[in-house]
């Protein structure tokens, strides 16, 4: 049997690229595991102290933190839609004035929306003066799906989410890169229960599963494209064989 090369140098490349894709989600799903581990850890360790001396995101991410300072409410943005329990509301991130200097964006807690006006904010409290935080260091204060910028434009109280730079460049606070979910206080209104952060490790794994039932696929094609081919050989060199010996037969003496 002949061996067409292109075809089955197409196979390999499909099966050598949807390997290698499976490896590469396997990777991520072990990366995001160890990843779990260490916020499981985490939970358990004792808090760092934030402080006004700059502090990278990946050194600080996912970590128990305690903060000293005061809050700046007339700076105060309130992130829509933000359901819990089915119902809309906000999340309320507020820059924190560090004692010692510098600014920490604290994302306070959940507050319905008032049903009769979306864009009206409920009353809460903000306790004055300095007040010691604790917290779950995170990248950002939550994201929502947003088309376009338009739902967080600069200098709107209402925004659909906030990015630490950008905030930083609008305000001019020289902000920690990170924000503070805070888990501690109460009496403020605001509800402070969070989800828990998910990494989707199991979509990896999915997705490794995919990548290789694809390569699995090239290669039962080709396998199957291979027999038929021969198959194909095979009658058609038995035709011609067939077609030879009578016209062997047939010549006149």
């Known amino acids: 049997m ?3 090369v292109f075809p089955a140098l197409l196979i390999l490349v499909v099966m050598a690229v949807t390997i290698r894709l499976g490896f590469w989600q396997r990777d991520r799903a072990h990366q995001k595991e160890a990843l779990e581990a260490s916020i499981t850890r985490y939970e358990s360790a004792p808090a760092r102290n934030v402080t006004a001396a700059p ?3 990946k050194a600080i991410e996912y970590h128990r933190v305690r903060a000293v300072g005061r809050f700046v409410p007339e700076l105060a943005v309130y992130l829509d839609n933000r359901p819990y329990n089915d119902q809309p509301g906000f999340y309320v991130v507020m820059p924190f004035k560090l004692s010692d200097g510098g600014y920490v964006l604290v ?13 009206a904010i409920e009353p809460y409290a903000t306790p004055p003066g300095e007040v010691e935080i604790e917290g779950i260091a ?10 376009g910028q338009g739902g967080s434009a600069p200098h709107q109280k209402i925004r659909q989410n906030l990015d630490v730079k950008a905030y930083a460049a609008e305000t001019g606070l020289s902000l920690q890169p990170f924000v503070i979910q805070q888990t501690n206080g109460d009496g403020d209104k605001l509800v402070r229960d969070w989800p828990a952060p998910t990494l989707g490790v199991e979509t990896n794994y999915g997705y490794m599963l995919q990548w290789w039932g694809m390569a699995a696929a090239a290669l039962g094609f080709g396998l199957y494209a291979a027999r038929r081919a021969a198959k194909k050989e095979q009658a058609a060199n038995a035709e011609a064989a067939s077609s030879g010996g009578q016209s062997g037969r047939a010549q006149p003496r």
Do not use: H, M, Q, Y
């Open 107 to 119: 994302n306070r807690g959940w507050l319905p929306r008032d049903f009769n006006d979306r864009t």
């Open 2 to 4: 002949k061996i067409r």
């Open 55 to 57: 502090v990278a995101l």
């Open 138 to 147: 995170r990248a950002d204060a939550s994201r929502a799906f947003e088309l």
